[in-house]
């Protein structure tokens, strides 16, 4: 169960990470991508110690 959400934390970290890098002209959008990818990455470090 928990490798299944590491598996999802990194799928959203990913295309966090798309979104951050390609979208230019939508600022707002941009910084929820980084807050999304932030977030993410915090709960898949989380999830590590949780093991």
């Known amino acids: ?3 299944t959400l590491q ?3 990194v799928i ?3 295309i966090s990470v798309l ?3 390609q979208e230019k ?3 707002k959008l ?3 991508m980084m807050f999304t990818c932030a977030i993410g990455m915090a709960l898949f470090f989380a999830s ?3 093991l």
Do not use: A, P, R, S
Request: charge should be negative; aromatic fraction near 4%.
């Open 12 to 14: 959203v970290i990913l």
């Open 25 to 27: 002209e939508n600022k």
């Open 19 to 21: 979104g951050v890098t």
């Open 1 to 3: 169960m928990i490798l």
């Open 48 to 50: 590590l110690v949780w």
């Open 7 to 9: 598996i999802v934390l």
């Open 30 to 32: 941009q910084e929820n």
